[in-house]
């Protein structure tokens, strides 16, 4: 049954958190004559290099060749991005595929259309102190973590792991010091900090838990059908723009990023740019079958049980309520 109360609950927050200007679909002229249509992309946190694929089709004019004008709007500090989408305050969000599904669950108009990341960069990390060697480790250890997260959801109730919780603050200062402390974090940003501290971090993946959110791009289904060309031809040259950034130059998405957000800087942002190598997090892994900007099917119904077990969607949901009608170029396997 859709929790209307959730969906009002979540509507409300967004229009106090945050006033957007509704977005103007209409046409713009460019000075070389073709109509662009415009669209705004809002990120899920400051500009940074896990939003690398989309600046490197800015700059390089993927975007523009494709018919579009795309602004790239930083999320950060804004505690939900799902109901500023659904509301058409801004047309496409990057997120996670199980917030989405939840939010979907909740009677949010929401539609899934490619992921950038095969696997959520969220993990834990712990110092080698702490003897950690798999998730399971953890029980009865004090966790920094975000308790709405699926993942803790999912590592107290279905792997029955016993964690002492303190919430999330994103700030690495106490793990720095304190060699029992564990804390929620991405790959491919804490660990680097720390190590050009010369602090050495540990690192578990969460989807090594067993539940495995892509993250990736999503809109509302008015957006969709109003503009599904404009969703598919921002979804194709999205996908093309993280081709390139993690097969080819990165430096004009990396210059665009130091540009919004001036504390990214280049020698970190190599290196977060290694980690996603590392765990193949836009590409995933080709012996499980994962493909760039690819769904799996077997994958999303395993998302799906587990978001019903852990009683956070509607039971009768499956995955096929957030896919869209219209043709896109992700492939669902």
Not at 159 to 184: C, E, H, V, W
Not at 192 to 208: D, R, T
Request: one cysteine or more; charged letters at 20%.
């Amino acid at each position: 049954m859709i929790n209307m109360n959730s969906l009002l609950k979540l509507v409300g927050l967004a229009a106090a958190a945050v006033v957007l200007s509704a977005c103007n679909q209409e046409a713009t002229e460019t000075s070389s004559g073709p109509e662009l249509t415009k669209v705004v992309l809002m990120s899920d946190w400051y500009p940074q290099p896990e939003h690398g694929g989309f600046y490197q089709a800015l700059a390089k004019g993927f975007y523009k060749d494709a018919g579009l004008d795309v602004e790239i709007r930083s999320g950060g500090g804004i505690r939900d991005i799902r109901p500023l989408v659904a509301l058409r305050k801004v047309d496409i969000a990057i997120g996670t595929s199980d917030t989405t599904l939840i939010g979907v669950s909740r009677g949010l108009p929401l539609v899934f259309l490619a992921p950038y990341f095969q696997h959520d960069p969220q993990c834990v990390m712990f110092h080698p102190e702490l003897g950690v060697k798999t998730l399971a480790d953890l029980d009865n250890k004090v966790v920094m973590m975000q308790a709405s997260l699926s993942h803790a959801e999912y590592m107290t109730k279905i792997m029955k792991l016993n964690l002492n919780f303190i919430p999330l603050d994103y700030s690495i200062s106490r793990f720095a010091t304190d060699k029992s402390f564990a804390q929620q974090c991405f790959l491919t940003s804490e660990p680097v900090h720390l190590a050009a501290q010369g602090i050495e971090a540990e690192v578990i993946p969460l989807s090594e838990s067993g539940f495995d959110p892509y993250r990736h791009l999503y809109t509302s289904k008015a957006f969709l059908d109003e503009y599904p060309e404009a969703a598919k031809a921002f979804t194709e040259a999205s996908i093309k723009g993280w081709v390139d950034f993690m097969e080819g130059d990165p430096t004009p998405a990396l210059e665009a990023i130091t540009a919004a957000n001036p504390q990214q800087q280049a020698e970190l942002m190599t290196q977060a740019m290694a980690a996603m190598k590392k765990y193949h997090l836009v590409d995933g892994f080709s012996e499980r079958g994962e493909v760039t900007g690819t769904y799996q099917k077997v994958r999303l119904n395993d998302q799906i049980k587990a978001l019903k077990a852990l009683e956070l969607i509607d039971p009768e949901l499956d995955y096929q309520s957030a896919l869209p009608e219209a043709e896109l170029p992700s492939q669902y396997q």
